[in-house]
């Protein structure tokens, strides 16, 4: 009975191999990704101060898809008299994977989806334009490498 049962493991484990055909990397989750920009980058501007973008970092969940990103900004307002600030925007949701290709559903809020690619390494995403908080133009940014929990 014993050697039927593994004989029966054996070929349902090369079924299911055999039988999946997808090429795209395995799921990006539990992990992070991070980036420390430098020079920080302005990501926005006005006539008074400069905004900076000087880190940021990316974590997934993969089993409940959860992710939480951290974005760390810097504002230099000296040429009008005043001073750096500096300060954090978090973003926090669900993710779905498709392929290489991920899906950023945050929660209720502000921030509209967004989407992002993904390698064994890295995590590509653009943030989408926020006039409330980070940029009024979308934000292209590559975190990585990949740092397993």
Known sequence: MQVAALVFAAVAVAVTTSCDSSTAPPDPGDASYSVALAPAPIIYATVNCDRYLSYAILSLGRRLRGFDL???????????????????????G??????????????????????GT?????????????????????????????MPF
């Open 70 to 92: 951290s974005i760390n900004v810097m504002n230099d307002c000296t040429r009008a008299g005043g001073i750096w600030t500096y300060g954090e925007v978090y973003i926090s």
């Open 118 to 146: 993904f390698d064994p390494t890295y995590v590509r995403l653009t943030l989408p334009a926020r006039s409330d908080s980070l940029a009024l133009t979308p934000i292209p940014l590559q975190l990585g490498p990949k």
């Open 94 to 115: 669900h993710y779905s994977v498709t392929d290489s290709v991920l899906i950023f559903t945050p929660d209720p809020g502000r921030t509209p989806p967004f989407a």
